[in-house]
C-alpha cells in the first residue's frame, strides 16, 4: 500500500530561519513520483515540484530546495532564509500512473 | 491569465438536494481532475478525466458523477447531497497526456456545506 507521511503537523520559525518540512513515504512500486503543493491562507493550491523515483538528484529552486533520498524514502523540503509570505500548509504528495496520495501536511508559520 | 475557473465559490444546500460544480480551464490541458479537501485528511481524488470523452473514479467516488463535456470544461455533480459531503472541492488540471495523475493548476475552490 501507498503512504505519505508528514510527521509535522504545525511549526512556527521566526523570519529569516531556515526551516525543513520532512515527508517520509512508503510504496512498493519501482517507479513513482514525488510532489510538493502550498496551500497559502488564501485557499489556492499551487504545485511546486515533480521528482521520479528515477531522478535522486537534489534540486534548488531560489529559497527552496529538495532532498530526495531513496534509502530512507524521504523527499524532505527546506526553504532557506524564509520570508511571512512562506507561511502556509505544504503538502506532500505520491503517485504513480493511476493515482496520487497526499499527505496530510505541515503548517508552517513565519514569524516576524 | 485565468488558468482554472472554479464556479460557485460558496454554496450552501439541504440534504437530499442536487448540484453541479462547474470547472472549466483556458490552458489546452489534456487532464483535470476533481479533489475534495477534508480537515486533517489532505486532498482525495474523487473523479479524474486524462482526455475528452474519458472519466476514471478517484480515491472517493461515491455519491459524485462527472462529465467531461469538451476540452475545457470538466463539471461534478452531487444528485442527492448528503451531509458528509461538505467540503471545499477543488478542480484541477494538468498538461500530462497520458494517464498519469498529476494536479498541476488548480482552482479557487468551491466550498460547499450540505445542512
Known amino acids: 500500500a501507498q503512504k505519505v507521511t508528514q510527521a509535522q503537523t504545525e511549526i512556527s520559525v521566526v523570519e529569516k530561519e531556515d526551516v525543513t518540512l520532512d515527508c517520509v513515504y512508503e510504496?512498493?512500486?519501482?517507479?513513482?513520483?514525488l510532489f510538493w503543493y502550498k496551500q497559502p491562507p488564501s485557499g489556492e493550491l499551487v504545485f511546486l515540484i515533480r521528482?521520479?523515483?528515477?531522478?535522486?538528484q537534489n534540486e534548488i529552486s531560489g529559497r527552496y530546495s529538495w532532498n530526495f533520498q531513496k534509502s530512507t524514502s524521504s523527499f524532505n523540503f527546506t526553504i532557506t532564509a524564509s520570508q511571512v509570505v512562506d507561511s502556509a500548509v505544504y503538502f506532500c504528495?505520491?503517485?504513480?500512473?493511476?493515482?496520487?496520495?497526499f499527505g496530510k501536511g505541515t503548517r508552517l508559520h513565519i514569524l516576524p | 491569465n485565468a488558468g482554472v475557473t472554479q464556479t460557485p465559490k460558496f454554496q450552501v444546500l439541504k440534504t437530499g438536494q442536487s448540484m453541479t460544480l462547474q470547472c472549466a480551464q483556458d490552458?489546452?490541458?489534456?487532464?483535470m481532475y476533481w479533489y475534495r479537501q477534508d480537515p486533517g485528511m489532505g486532498l482525495r481524488l474523487i473523479y479524474y478525466?486524462?482526455?475528452?470523452?474519458?472519466?476514471d473514479k478517484g480515491e472517493v467516488p461515491n455519491g459524485y458523477n462527472v462529465s467531461r463535456l469538451n476540452k475545457r470544461e470538466f463539471s461534478l455533480r452531487l444528485e442527492s447531497a448528503a451531509p458528509s459531503q461538505t467540503s471545499v472541492y477543488f478542480c484541477?488540471?494538468?498538461?500530462?497526456?497520458?494517464?498519469?495523475?498529476?494536479?498541476?493548476?488548480f482552482g479557487d475552490g468551491t466550498r460547499l456545506s450540505i445542512l
Open positions: 484541477a488540471s494538468s498538461a500530462e497526456v497520458s494517464r498519469a495523475v498529476w494536479p498541476q493548476h
Open positions: 510504496t512498493r512500486d519501482t517507479t513513482y513520483y
Open positions: 521528482r521520479n523515483s528515477f531522478d535522486e
Open positions: 504528495a505520491l503517485g504513480r500512473d493511476d493515482k496520487i496520495i
Open positions: 490552458m489546452n490541458h489534456n487532464s
Open positions: 478525466s486524462a482526455s475528452e470523452g474519458t472519466t
